[in-house]
C-alpha cells in the first residue's frame, strides 16, 4: 500500500507549485497528509486532515500552504504559496497512525527545489 505523488519542479523563491497525491492500491483512508523529507532530516508533516476534515499544518506551512481532496477517493492536492528556499524537499503523502507509525510505505515522493 502507497501514494503516488506528483507536481513537484524546480521554481525560483515566491513562486507557486501545485502537488497531487493518489493512491497506489485499493485501499480506503480518509485523514491523507502531506509530508516532506529534506536531505540528511525525518520526515515532517506539512499538512494533513484529522476528524471530520479538520486539517492541520506544520508552522512553516501556514497561511502559504494548503491542503484539499481530490475528486476521486484515496486522493489529495497540496497548493503551495511563496515558496522559500527552505521548502526545498522531497514531498510525500501518508496517514499518520494513532501510534505514531504510518499507514503506507514511503512512496519516491515528487522533488521540490526551490532556488535563488
Known amino acids: 500500500v502507497r501514494f503516488v505523488e506528483s507536481g513537484g519542479a524546480s521554481v525560483q523563491p515566491g513562486g507557486s507549485l501545485r502537488l497531487f497525491c493518489g493512491p497506489r492500491?485499493?485501499?480506503?483512508?480518509?485523514?491523507i497528509g502531506w509530508y516532506r523529507q529534506a536531505p540528511g532530516k525525518q520526515h515532517e508533516l506539512v499538512a494533513a486532515f484529522g476528524y471530520r476534515d479538520s486539517t492541520t499544518y506544520g508552522d512553516f506551512a501556514k497561511g502559504r500552504f494548503t491542503i484539499s481532496r481530490g475528486s476521486a477517493k484515496n486522493t489529495a492536492y497540496l497548493q503551495m504559496n511563496d515558496l522559500e528556499p527552505e521548502d526545498t524537499a522531497v514531498y510525500y503523502c501518508?496517514?499518520?497512525?494513532?501510534?505514531?507509525?504510518?499507514?503506507?510505505?514511503w512512496g519516491q515522493g515528487t522533488q521540490v527545489t526551490v532556488f535563488s
Open positions: 492500491g485499493s485501499f480506503t483512508i480518509n485523514r
Open positions: 501518508n496517514v499518520r497512525l494513532p501510534n505514531g507509525g504510518f499507514f503506507a510505505s
